[in-house]
């Protein structure tokens, strides 16, 4: 009688409930971390959502959906007033497609503004009703070149440029966001992401995302290798080089100095 | 869902006639007949007494809480000692008037005009009351609607909010009585002070006892139904209401279900000791959770049960019909007797007090729409998302429930008129929109003043455009007036005026009350007239504060001054004497002009021109009401609330120079002019949060439209929350819904001119109802009555 609102039961596993976060999204935010990840990119920074393990510090905890609004809410007064929200993030938060859509579910009723951010890689049928009740949605393309994503990243980029092109359409504001390894992301990279957004009419915001080695830690305690250290954080003049080829190509262009 | 034996009862209320009950009358005079050289207080106790013990007990079929004030289920009991005259006036029309009739018998308007009305007459609290009234001050104040207190000498003044927390659960009556005759045995006859005192103590024997008397003898009642009950479940529910009759209210109570009965006996009893208005229930939800917690931890209760409980509280609250005046019931309409109930909010502590039986109480609201308790809701920025949810969820059904507050304000208000810090966190609404404390007596609603007769005596020489009439101060015709300032000067020496005569009426009340009617029953549910052996009539209450003088009008007078200073003294495209000549002819011949005046920026737009304007009366109000003192030495507070006394006030106002015409209703509270406002609800929200609220102490009150349809999903209510925070975070104090349905909307399109502020969603934006084409608002309203399944 009294729980009217919310479907509860649904449960799944969070990595990290993180409040006062600053840069994923408008305003001040609660970013969720959901724990799963269809890639397994050579770079990532979040290592502990990969698969089951038992450090305890980074194991995902098991969570109802009841349980993550409520701490959340604790928040609600601070994301209203600043005009801000909750971000969705992984690992990679649509493959725990039934958990994502009770929170969101909740969330949109509540009147939270939401972001996501995705790597792409899912099944569009499944999740595009879920998709369409954020506010944004942060796009990662990682390498174009597909025998290199295969490789660098463990799956094909075939469905994740389909899933950019279909949900460029579904509704909700999509900023495209490139990693930048030094060294690693040629010219030819963006150049590539230029005309592919080019040639499907998507004029779509870019954020570049400087590769940033703070996960190495995360590997420590998980006690696995680290990164390869061919892997370097970009210099700001590459970083300016980048933004200067999308700017010549017409699009707006921003990142975040580490 | 409401449970089929709750809606039994309520079907039976719905389908019952409110019908006079001259029960209570008659005891009360026959005791008084054997009383005749007492003492007041002491005849007054023991009147009460004779009542618990004689008049007629009645369960109705079905009931899970008993107790009634008269022998039928919507009984409405009568009070002579108060006033008689009226009733004499009024019953042969009582079955037939418009607005909240009553059935009464021939046979009982015999029985009282032969037998009850002529032992009181020029023996009541009115009668005495007008010959003590200076001439001047009756000239103004009775039945004139310049200024108004009638509820506070044709009836007794309610106004009360009975402490459970710390006195009633605490002791039962059993330990209050005891208290009495303790503190009695100590009183030393040869001290005068101790004299009074015994007196007061002996009055409160005689309630207690009474009162426990009374629910013994529904026990009674109860156990003989019960035993000749046809099913096996009747029985055990008679059985069990008799069980619990035979406990509270003698005892405090051990269970959810014998709390909730408790609370009834307290009402009853204050309703058949003077038949109050403002019987406050208070803190329902912090109070009855401990009862909750403990039954459900222990399996004694499911949550299902608690609800009905509360519902069949909340039919008990409505059934009972507080007998009133044609003229009050105008006032007053809907046989509404304003018993606020309050939930949500910070504890003493600080902290957030929402529990289980907070949104239980808004569910009761939903689920049954009684027009009783007034529920209100204390809303600060650490509100749980689920009870702003549930909040919202009420408002969308249209009822004008829950009045919404801000905790934060309540508390301001109360600190500002000395409460201490925690008992000023504790607070909860007496009658509509009153900030008030249980530990407290004080007259929260004491005297309407009408700001637009101020304005008009200013305009008119002292003189009532209506009628003729001399009842202001101001010597000199509007033409005379050289400077704008000098006329808002002219207006603050009327309203002046008129405060000066509601304190004289004020004084004169309450000299009245402590003779003619000591309150005994409800002195022993307030804390301090115990330990200081005073009755609340004496200003034995913990805390006394001082009475609440409400003005009506602010948004009527601030448009009507901006025009004069705008069109007059800026733009100079009238003259005084043509906005005068205007006035007189009530805008009849000129169109032009009223055209004009109804372009200046109207208070609730959030125009600084008009709003200014509106905010220095305002202040200039409460300090000029805070200049006086009342018999117990209190200052007086101010206040922009009431109900509809904006309608009845506007009936005795002329044209204005806003555009307004003759007999017009003024405006709401704080509420802009209805039809004014033609922004949106926000910009209203920003006229409004200017006032200070927190130096109106008497509460302000703010009314706004809203479509249905801008609360349909979960998600727009969810963003009008997040309205009611950040108009709560301007300060401010009140807001109501009003709710639109179907109904209004094809009103609106009959009279555009009265609905300029009715908001709609059209397709995914908002606009003015009437400023879309009939199409688009034929539309609306079919996509309105398909959304609400109308």
Known sequence: MLDMYIKRDSKGYVSNIQNLSLHDGPGIRTTIFLAGCPLSCQWCANPETWYKHDVDELKPKELSVAEVVEQVLKQAYFHKATGGGITFSGGEATLQREFLEGLVTEFFDLGLHMALETCGLFDMDQVGTTLRKMDLIYYDLKLMDDPMHIKNCGHSNERIKENLIALNKLGPEVVLRLIVIEDFHGDDHFMAVANFLKENQMGLKIELMPYHQFGDGKYDALKIQRPSRKFLPPSKERLDEVKAIFVHQGFACTYQEA | ?790
Not at chain 2, 284 to 307: C, H, N, R, S, V
Not at chain 2, 312 to 320: F, G, H
Not at chain 2, 641 to 664: D, F, Q
Request: charged share 25%; hydrophobic share 40%; glycine share 8%.
């Open chain 2, 1 to 790: 869902m409401v449970s089929e034996r709750i809606e039994g009862i309520r079907q039976a209320y719905i389908n019952t006639k409110p019908t006079i009950s001259t029960k209570r009358a008659e005891i009360w005079t026959a005791s008084h007949k054997e009383t005749e050289s007492e003492v007041t207080a002491l005849r007054r106790a023991k009147a009460f007494k004779k009542v618990c013990q004689a008049l007629p007990v009645a369960i109705f079929s079905g009931e899970l809480i008993v107790g009634a004030s008269g022998e039928f289920r919507r009984s409405g009991i009568l009070t002579p000692e108060f006033s008689w005259t009226w009733v004499n006036r009024e019953m042969s029309d009582f079955e037939n008037r418009k607005q909240d009739p009553y059935v009464i018998t021939e046979d009982q308007m015999a029985l009282l005009r032969n037998e009850i009305f002529p032992y009181w007459e020029h023996q009541s609290l009115e009668e005495h009351f007008l010959k003590r009234l200076p001439e001047d001050t009756f000239k103004i104040l009775v039945d004139t609607g310049i200024i108004d207190n009638d509820s506070k000498w044709r009836q007794a003044v309610g106004e009360i909010t009975p402490d459970y927390q710390d006195v009633l659960f605490a002791k039962g009556f059993k330990g209050i009585l005891e208290e009495a005759r303790t503190y009695l045995a100590t009183c030393d006859p040869a001290n005068s002070v101790d004299q009074e005192k015994s007196i007061f103590y002996q009055s409160v024997i005689e309630t207690s006892e009474g009162i426990i008397e009374l629910s013994k003898r529904y026990a009674k009642e109860a156990q003989i139904l019960g035993e000749s009950a046809e099913s096996e479940l009747e029985k055990a529910t008679y059985l069990r209401i008799s069980n619990i009759c035979q406990r509270v209210p003698e005892n405090p109570p051990e269970t959810f279900y014998e709390a909730i009965q408790f609370v009834w006996f307290v009402q009853l009893g204050g309703i058949l000791s003077e038949n109050p208005l403002a019987l406050n229930l208070g803190r329902f939800d912090q109070y009855m959770y401990p009862y909750y917690k403990k039954d459900l931890e222990a399996g004694l209760i499911t949550p299902d049960f608690a609800l009905e409980l509360i519902e069949a509280l909340w039919l008990k609250l409505s059934e009972w019909v507080w007998t009133i005046s044609a003229n009050t019931a105008d006032f007053f309409a809907g046989y509404n007797q304003f018993q606020n109930l309050t939930v949500g909010g910070r504890m003493r502590n600080g902290e957030d007090g929402t529990n289980d039986i907070t949104l239980m109480c808004l569910e009761a609201t939903k689920a049954i729409k009684t027009h009783q308790p007034g529920l209100s809701v204390r809303i600060h920025p650490k509100s749980s998302e689920k009870f702003v949810m549930k909040v919202m969820e009420l408002v969308k059904e249209g009822t004008g429930f829950p009045a919404i507050h801000s905790d934060v304000a309540g508390s301001q208000m109360l600190l500002r008129t000395g409460y201490d810090p925690e008992d000023a966190r504790d607070w909860s609404n007496c009658g509509c929109v009153v900030p008030h404390f249980r530990k407290t007596g004080q007259w929260t609603a004491a005297v309407n003043v009408n700001f637009g007769s101020a304005l008009e005596y200013a305009l008119n020489r002292g003189m009532s455009r209506l009628n003729g009439e001399q009842y202001g101060i101001t010597k000199i015709s509007m033409s005379e007036y050289q400077t704008y300032e000098s006329i808002e000067e002219a207006f603050k020496e009327e309203l002046g005026h008129l405060i000066r005569h509601s304190v004289i009426g004020t004084i004169a009340a309450q000299k009245c009350h402590m003779e003619m009617v000591p309150r005994p029953f409800l002195s022993s549910c307030v804390d301090g007239c115990m330990t200081k052996g005073r009755d609340l009539s004496q200003g034995g209450a913990h805390y006394n504060v001082g009475p609440v003088l409400t003005g009506i009008g602010i948004g009527v007078v601030a448009n009507a001054l901006a025009v004069i200073k705008k069109l007059v003294f800026e733009d100079r495209v009238t003259t005084l004497q043509a906005l005068d000549d205007a006035m007189n002819a009530n805008w009849d011949g000129y169109d032009d002009l009223r055209k004009l005046a109804m372009s200046v920026p109207k208070y609730g737009n959030d125009e600084t021109y008009v709003d200014e304007i509106a905010i220095r009366l305002s202040n200039f109000y409460y300090r000029e009401t805070a200049k006086h003192k009342d018999v117990f030495g209190s200052s007086f507070n101010s206040a922009f609330m009431g109900i509809s006394n904006y309608i009845p006030a506007g009936k005795i106002v002329g044209a204005t120079p806003c555009g307004r015409k003759a007999t017009e209703p003024l405006s709401e509270g704080v509420s802009p002019f209805v039809g004014s406002d033609t922004k949106t609800p926000l910009a209203a929200m920003k006229s409004a949060a200017k006032l200070n609220h927190d130096v109106h102490t008497g509460g302000t009150l703010l009314n706004l439209r809203l479509s249905k349809q801008m609360l349909e999903t979960p998600r727009n209510r969810a963003d009008f929350g997040q309205v009611l925070q950040s108009y709560f975070a301007m300060g401010a104090f009140h807001v109501q819904f009003n709710v639109i349905d179907t109904e209004t909307l094809r009103a609106a399109q009959l009279n555009p001119e009265n609905y300029k502020d009715l908001l709609v969603r059209v397709a995914g934006y908002s606009t003015q109802f009437v400023n879309l084409s009939k199409e688009v608002q034929e539309a609306i309203i079919a996509r309105h009555v398909h959304q609400t399944g109308q």
